[in-house]
């Protein structure tokens, strides 16, 4: 039994669920590719790990003032009473070192170990904080280089990372871009690249997503429902995942809530998990 939503599943992007999927959607993409791609190029996975603060607000206890009544005394020999408030308790804040394995499948050319393309598939650190700062640092060296970048964005949560993504805003819950490279569209000072953008909806299947080679090889394309469906089953979603529980955060966008509430109503509602 295949996932009930028409594209992305946003059970998936539970903390639970979502690092087992990252990693399947890189393998699964990866032994999509490389059979028409094969024997010229070839399709691999890189997984390396980024190590970053996270700080983390410990809850502070309640704090009830210690009152007490002593004597001391005076100059003159008189007893002073006095009440004594103690301090409060200062908050505390945990700064822990997080490590947090990110996946990128590339494509070579066999004999020479060119990167031709990379498919970045976002993590939530990609998308946030540290992590952000770093992935827009690494997507604004492979924009000014020749090599075609492909983003995969199956999150709603977090910041998108490009600023043709951003202004003006778009109306989905996913993306996906495609931005072709080659030698004639960067100099020592300047890039000049074009992104294309798919906005895919809660409520809508995948493109037929179209991935870059050297030119003048054609595109191949990569079936992303197809790697969903194939992880689905092999990673037993259909007993794991229980949809009578609500959809993880964020919250829903209105439209999707409704589409949501009509069409998939043995699903939970749209409300904060």
């Not at 983390?56 to 408030?85: C, H, N, Q, W």
């Not at 990609?126 to 640092?137: A, D, P, V």
């Not at 493109?207 to 992880?231: F, G, K, Q, W």
Request: proline share 12%; with cysteine.
């Amino acid at each position: 039994m295949p996932s009930p939503f028409p594209g992305m599943d946003p059970y998936f992007e539970d903390s639970e669920i979502w690092s087992g999927f990252h990693h399947d959607l890189a393998t699964e993409i990866k032994a999509q590719l490389n059979p028409p791609i094969g024997p010229k190029y070839y399709a691999d996975v890189e997984t390396y790990t980024s190590t970053g603060p996270v700080q983390i607000m410990l809850p502070r206890e309640e704090i009830y003032p210690d009152v007490g009544v002593f004597k001391r005394p005076d100059t003159y020999g008189a007893v002073a009473e006095s009440a004594v408030l103690a301090p409060s308790a200062p908050i505390e804040r945990a700064i822990l070192s997080t490590r947090v394995k990110l996946r990128t499948v590339k494509i070579y050319v066999t004999k020479t170990s060119q990167l031709v393309t990379a498919i970045e598939i976002l993590s939530p650190y990609n998308k946030q904080g540290q992590g952000l700062s770093k992935y827009r640092e690494k997507r604004g060296k492979l924009l000014r280089s020749p090599v075609h970048l492909v983003e995969l964005d199956l999150l709603r949560r977090g910041t998108r990372p490009g600023p043709e993504l951003n202004e003006p805003p778009l109306e989905c819950d996913y993306l996906l871009l495609v931005n072709r490279g080659g030698e004639d569209r960067v100099s020592e000072f300047s890039f000049n690249r074009i992104s294309q953008i798919w906005p895919v909806s809660l409520n809508e299947p995948f493109p037929m997503l179209p991935i870059p080679l050297l030119e003048p090889d054609p595109d191949v394309t990569i079936d992303l429902r197809a790697a969903i469906d194939s992880i689905y089953q092999r990673s037993g979603y259909e007993w794991r995942i229980d949809y009578r529980k609500p959809v993880p955060a964020p919250q829903l966008r209105p439209p999707m809530a409704d589409w949501l509430a009509e069409n998939l109503p043995e699903v939970a509602s749209s409300k904060l998990a």
